[in-house]
């Protein structure tokens, strides 16, 4: 199973923290060794990072811990190579443009046998489970909202309409977003930690390094955190209901 890490925030913030005990998921404390990727949103833009080394040891992950980009919603993947070979095309996060705006998505789990037709614009680049089941939704919304999307409320169920036959197939945890929210689904493993005032220490899991939130943000700050696995040990993390959908905005759920 691969690894995922989502942040949603009301100011820009940087992910370099909960980034740095991530990335030693993939060929350090965890097994994921097969690709990583990364994707910053910067207004309507999108950084996007990617590579098929481990993210422990990947050059591209060590410039990322150490160049602070500031987002209001970052995304990023570690992956257990299952369904679709190491190469650049399989790995995640993935990016499209809908509605004027890029939507990034990224996926833990297998979708066995998970090979629909796949009608409409959005196409597969690689030969993942992720891509298809991604394309599928954008696909499936586009029919349906061709000129604009829906209002966020009917958007979340419309969404979790299309996903709840996909996970049939298997496991659909999953991330995605458009630079404006953070929608967050969980089948069987998925945890969320919201941070505000008062803001106190933090220390993470996968690695001894310990920050004090205090020094580096206002009593006005939210940041809410999502990942496979709780990041740091001392700290307090929501763990999803299998089958939910959260949507979170402005550093918190809506």
């Known amino acids: 199973m691969c690894q995922l890490l989502g942040m949603n925030c009301n100011v820009p913030t940087d992910i370099c923290f909960s980034f740095e005990g991530f990335c030693e998921r993939g060929g350090a ?12 949103f910067e207004g309507k833009a999108c950084r996007v990072f990617v590579d098929t080394q481990p993210s422990a040891n990947s050059p591209i992950a060590e410039l ?21 070979a190491i190469e650049l095309s399989n790995t995640q996060p993935y990016r499209r443009e809908a509605w004027g705006l ?3 998505f990224a996926h833990n789990g297998d979708l066995w046998n998970f090979n629909p037709t796949i009608n409409g614009a959005y196409q597969p680049v690689g030969t993942s489970d992720s891509e298809r089941a991604f394309c599928t939704m ?18 979340q169920k419309e969404l979790e309409e299309i996903c709840n036959p996909i996970a049939e197939y298997g496991t659909l945890n999953f991330l995605l977003s458009n630079g404006q929210v953070l ?5 069987t493993e998925l945890y969320y930690i919201v941070r505000e005032a008062p803001f106190d220490k933090a220390h993470l899991k ?18 809410a955190v999502i990942a496979t696995e709780p990041l740091t040990d001392n700290e307090h993390w929501t763990k999803f209901e299998a089958g939910q959908l959260i949507t979170f905005k402005n550093g918190q759920v809506l």
């Open 29 to 40: 404390t965890g097994t994921h060794e097969d690709g990583w990727g990364i994707a910053f």
């Open 64 to 84: 990322v811990k150490n160049y602070p980009i500031k987002s209001l919603n970052t995304i990023a993947h570690i992956r257990k190579a299952t369904i679709g």
């Open 102 to 104: 890029e939507w990034i």
């Open 138 to 155: 954008l696909n499936s919304l586009k029919k349906k909202y061709p000129d604009c999307p829906p209002p966020l409320h009917i958007f």
């Open 183 to 187: 929608f967050a689904r969980c089948s």
């Open 206 to 223: 996968d690695k001894d390094i310990s920050i004090d939130f205090s020094q580096h943000t206002t009593e006005n700050d939210r940041v």
